[in-house]
Antibody
Framework: QVQLLESGPGLVRPSETLSLTCSVF????????WTWIRQPPGKGLEWIGY???????MYNPSLKSRLSISVDMSKNQFSLRLSSVTAADTAVYYC??????????WGRGTLVTVSS | SYVMTQPPSVSVAPGKTARISCGGN??????VHWYQQKPGQAPMLVIF???DRPSGIPERFSGSNSGNTATLTISRVEAGDEADYYC???????????FGGGTRLTVL
């Protein structure tokens, strides 16, 4: 079955750029909406945004000015870049597959801490 | 942007019925999905399109949506149902996805 796996640094310095990659195993990335969701420690879920067919993107307006989500079909991966991070960006970051409005497949999540 | 309100916590005895609400302005006109998240785990879809269950989700889990409230109902609650539950919608006008604040279900 299809599985998602996040990878990337667990520690990012303030003002730098957070970069994560999600690898898609067992299925093609050429369909569905490929999404990032985050969860600060002890808090709720926050939708970050998606990339669809390596062209169409939609971002959470609160993050839009710092955010980029891209898809690499040759590697069956999609990526998140969030610039100018602060401690408020510390969270568990999940990659997920959106299927017609709901998230039916999730990665295990990766904790990213913003600290000097 | 669209806001959905969930109670922070719900408590229920084993074998009883738990109802978790998700309030929003005319939420009945939107399609609501529900996720279960156990400690240290990723969320898992338990209800989609207001009332549908993914394969593998017990029939004890059901959903409804009308007016200003969507509800996740868990019948014959078991200790293993203890988790955080989140509602989620696709906000059509903005094309944004929105989560409720989450509800912690405690099994007494």
């Amino acid at each position: 079955q299809v599985q998602l796996l996040e990878s990337g640094p667990g520690l990012v310095r303030p003002s730098e750029t957070l970069s994560l990659t999600c690898s898609v195993f067992g299925g093609s990335i050429s369909t569905f909406y490929w999404t990032w969701i985050r969860q600060p420690p002890g808090k709720g879920l926050e939708w970050i945004g998606y990339n669809y067919h390596s062209g169409t993107t939609m971002y959470n307006p609160s993050l839009k000015s710092r955010l980029s989500i891209s898809v690499d079909m040759s590697k069956n991966q999609f990526s998140l870049r969030l610039s100018s991070v602060t401690a408020a960006d510390t969270a568990v970051y999940y990659c997920a597959r959106e299927n017609s409005g709901y998230f039916d497949l999730w990665g295990r999540g990766t904790l990213v801490t913003v600290s000097s | 942007s669209y806001v959905m309100t969930q109670p922070p916590s719900v408590s229920v005895a084993p074998g009883k019925t738990a109802r978790i609400s998700c309030g929003g302005n005319n939420i009945g006109s939107k399609t609501v999905h529900w996720y279960q998240q156990k400690p240290g785990q990723a969320p898992m879809l338990v209800i989609f399109y207001d009332t549908d269950r993914p394969s593998g989700i017990p029939e004890r889990f059901s959903g409804s949506n009308s007016g200003n409230t969507a509800t996740l109902t868990i019948s014959r609650v078991e200790a293993g149902d203890e988790a955080d539950y989140y509602c989620q919608i696709w906000d059509n006008p903005t094309d944004h996805r929105v989560f409720g604040g989450g509800t912690r279900l405690t099994v007494l």
